[in-house]
């Protein structure tokens, strides 16, 4: 069956980087576009970019550009999400999410369980 | 300010049929299809519409999705308890070349 698991909580200052990862079993990896997808405590969504596992093509938001960085290990069936020059407004709960379409349509059809990063002096 | 707009709440009665709406522009939902997610407290959003109208497999029938124009609308019919959760609405935008969400609507089953 398709999982998708991520790494563990982090705890950041105000200015370093996080890297969080999010490894994908139970289907063909490099199928599969992947989305990052941003919560803040008590709020909405929020699209952080895409990135295709095949031929590592990358879309970022535009509010993300220039911070954010995503890879991927095809070996590892594992993508990456690093944001870095962190600021309070960045403690969110980040997932990656898995696109079941060609063409991106906001369609999310299996989520990881989330990795809450906290930014906090 | 998210690009998709939801009322903040929306609250039914066991049984009952509740609806929620999403308002969007010709570049998003004007052009594209919507997604809806039901979400839990605590845990990660679970796809519930997809493509306007359609159920992924195991989503109850109860869940429905609608869009006309540049607005997109959930409805929830025999409202159950376990129906109590964050509905969130979806879609591409062209203009921003990003997918945009609406700020989500909490759902309570009275």
């Known amino acids: 069956q398709v999982q998708v698991v991520q790494s563990g909580a982090e705890v950041k200052k105000p200015g370093a980087a996080v890297k969080v990862s999010c490894k994908a079993s139970?289907?063909?990896?490099?199928?599969?576009?992947m989305h990052w997808v941003r919560q803040a405590p008590g709020q909405g969504l929020e699209w952080m970019g895409i990135?295709?596992?095949?031929?590592?093509?990358?879309t970022y938001a535009q509010k993300f550009q220039g911070r954010v960085t995503m890879t991927r290990d095809t070996s590892a069936s594992t993508v990456y999400m690093e944001l870095s020059s962190l600021r309070s407004e960045d403690t969110a709960v980040y997932y990656c999410?898995?696109?079941?379409?060609?063409?991106?349509?906001?369609?999310?059809?299996?989520w990881g369980q989330g990795t809450l990063v906290t930014v906090s002096s | 300010q998210s690009v998709l707009t939801q009322p903040p709440s929306a609250s039914g009665t066991p049984g009952q049929r509740v609806t929620i709406s999403c308002s969007g522009s010709?570049?998003?939902?004007?052009?594209?299809?919507v997604n809806w997610y039901q979400q839990v407290p605590g845990t990660a959003p679970k796809l519930l519409i997809y493509?306007?109208?359609q159920r992924p497999s195991g989503v109850p029938d109860r869940f429905s999705g609608s869009k006309s124009g540049t607005s997109a609308s959930l409805a929830i019919s025999g409202l159950q308890s376990e129906d109590e959760a964050h509905y969130h609405c979806?879609?591409?935008?062209?203009?921003?070349?990003?997918?945009?969400f609406g700020a989500g609507t909490k759902l309570t089953v009275l």
């Open positions: 999410a898995r696109d079941p379409n060609v063409e991106t349509t906001g369609t999310f059809d299996y």
């Open positions: 139970g289907y063909t990896f490099t199928t599969y576009y």
């Open positions: 990135i295709n596992p095949s031929g590592g093509g990358i």
């Open positions: 010709s570049s998003n939902i004007g052009t594209n299809t």
């Open positions: 493509s306007d109208d």
């Open positions: 979806a879609a591409w935008d062209d203009s921003l070349n990003a997918v945009v």
